[in-house]
């Protein structure tokens, strides 16, 4: 499977008003948590994009198999964390079939479900694998390497939604449950940590 793993954990969490990336549950940084999860689908080709408070955050990282990719205009949105995955695999002309998104603040996605996305892409590799929010698609999302042009052409926040809802028909999604739950602020956090029995104190 020839596919890259891209967690974006550019932002500069200012919700939070700390290094949401940091923050952790069950003495697990929320990043590593994402990361251990794709080092889970495959032990290579990972790679984490960062910005905000890149050096600090790069140091947490557990594993060192992870590739770090520095995103220069993170503060622009998440969009173009992703661009600057691409370009960064064009640069080094990395030829991947499709990539793999994710993002550094779902804690609770289920690993099943992200292996079936996995083999969803496998069957269909010329689909895109989105997740269902309700009406609309998000991340975790696998797209193939026939959108990548696409995908270098968005902006903002809201340029990989507004994508995929100019795409539904080219959607699939996995039939497992999962829990989408962001970690966007304290409050959340707690919460999450509330409904885990075996969270920190």
């Known amino acids: 499977m020839n596919i890259a793993i891209l967690v974006l954990a550019a932002g500069t969490s200012s919700r939070m008003q700390s290094m949401k990336q940091l923050e952790k549950i069950n003495g697990t940084t929320l990043l590593n948590i994402s990361l251990e999860k794709a080092i889970q689908l495959q032990k290579q080709d990972v790679y984490c994009v960062l910005g905000a408070n890149a050096t600090q955050i790069e140091k947490s990282i557990i594993n060192k198999e992870v590739t770090c990719i520095y995103n220069e205009n993170y503060s622009q949105g998440l969009?173009?964390?992703?661009?600057?995955?691409?370009?960064?695999f064009i640069k080094k002309t990395l030829n991947y079939e499709g990539v793999f998104i994710l993002l550094a603040d779902q804690p609770a996605i289920d690993i099943d479900y992200l292996k079936s996305m996995v083999q969803l892409h496998q069957k269909k590799p010329k689909k895109i694998i989105a997740s269902k929010y309700g009406n609309s698609y998000g991340v975790p999302a696998l797209f193939p390497k026939i959108y990548f042009n696409d995908l270098l052409e968005i902006q903002k926040d809201k340029g990989a939604k507004e994508f995929m809802e100019n795409n539904r028909t080219k959607i699939v999604t996995s039939d497992l449950k999962t829990?989408?739950?962001?970690?966007?602020?304290?409050?959340?956090?707690?919460?999450?940590?509330k409904r885990n029995l075996n969270h920190d104190e």
């Open 179 to 193: 829990d989408f739950t962001d970690i966007d602020t304290v409050e959340d956090l707690n919460m999450f940590k």
């Open 79 to 88: 969009s173009t964390s992703i661009v600057t995955g691409l370009d960064y």
